[in-house]
C-alpha cells in the first residue's frame, strides 16, 4: 500500500484525477494544518447522499471527524464523527443526531458508511457491517452550494476554522460519495472491500484533490 504521509512544508494539487485504489493518507500528528481537500466531481442540489470511508487509528478518547463537507451556509454540510466506544454522530444541515452501540476497533481498519434521504430524513450508519437504527434529520432539507470536502481537519467554518483538537489522528483511505441512497447489498460490499460502483460525487478511484502538508513516503504492506 502506498502511503501519503503529513508532512511540515509541502502542498500540491492534481487537477488530473489520480487513481488512489490500494493507497493510504496518513495523519501521524495532531495538526491543524495537514488535510486533503477534495474536489467533487459535482456541484449541485443533493437530496440523497451517501458517503463511505475506511479509517484505522488507535486514538480512543479523541472525537475523530471521519468525512467532513461543508458548504457556504453550513460548516457542518454533511459529516461523520466518530466519538469513543462506538458512538458516532452524523451532522446534516448544522443539525446532528447520534449512534450508538456501533463497531469501534483500535489498530485495525474499520468501514463506515453513512447514507441520507431527504425526502424522509432517514439517515443511518453503518460500521463494519453492522447497520444501526434508522434516524429521521433534516426531513425536506438538501445540501446546497460549492462543497468544500477535507479529509483530516474539521471545518468550523467554510473551508477553514482548522482547531489541532479537532484533527484527525490516523490512516484514511477508499473515500467514496455518492448522490444516492446506496442498497443494503451494495454497502455490505462496500464492507467486505468491493466497490461495485465508485462513487460519482468522489471517486478514489480518480481523486481530484488538493494536498497540503502531505507527501509520498513510500511503500507498506497491503493492509
Not at 493518507?25 to 475506511?54: G, L
Not at 460548516?75 to 447520534?98: E, L, M, P, S
Not at 463506515?112 to 447497520?131: E, F, I, R, Y
Request: proline share 4%; aromatic share 12%; glycine share 10%.
Amino acid at each position: 500500500t502506498l502511503m501519503l504521509m503529513a508532512s511540515d512544508g509541502l502542498t500540491c494539487c492534481y487537477a488530473v484525477p489520480q487513481d488512489m485504489s490500494g493507497k493510504e493518507i496518513i495523519f501521524p500528528v495532531e495538526s491543524n494544518t495537514a488535510y486533503v481537500k477534495i474536489t467533487p466531481d459535482m456541484n449541485k442540489i443533493f437530496f440523497a447522499v451517501t458517503v463511505c470511508v475506511r479509517f484505522f487509528t488507535d486514538y480512543q478518547t479523541k472525537d475523530l471527524t471521519i468525512f467532513k463537507l461543508a458548504t457556504p451556509s453550513h460548516a457542518n454540510g454533511f459529516v461523520i464523527f466518530r466519538g469513543d466506544g462506538g458512538n458516532y454522530w452524523v451532522y446534516i444541515g448544522d443539525q446532528g443526531i447520534y449512534f450508538w452501540g456501533l463497531p469501534d476497533k483500535m489498530n485495525e481498519w474499520n468501514s463506515v458508511c453513512g447514507t441520507w434521504d431527504a425526502s424522509t430524513g432517514l439517515t443511518q450508519l453503518w460500521v463494519n457491517g453492522k447497520p444501526s437504527a434508522r434516524k429521521a434529520l433534516q426531513a425536506g432539507g438538501s445540501i446546497s452550494g460549492t462543497l468544500s470536502i477535507i479529509l483530516g481537519q474539521d471545518q468550523d467554518a467554510y473551508a477553514g476554522g482548522f482547531d489541532v483538537n479537532d484533527s484527525f489522528y490516523g490512516h484514511e483511505t477508499d473515500v467514496h460519495m455518492w448522490d444516492r441512497v446506496l442498497s443494503p447489498c451494495e454497502i455490505q460490499s462496500y464492507m467486505k472491500g468491493e466497490v461495485l460502483s465508485p462513487g460519482n460525487v468522489v471517486n478514489w478511484n480518480a481523486l481530484k484533490d488538493t494536498r497540503h502538508e502531505i507527501e509520498i513516503m513510500g511503500c507498506k504492506g497491503a493492509k
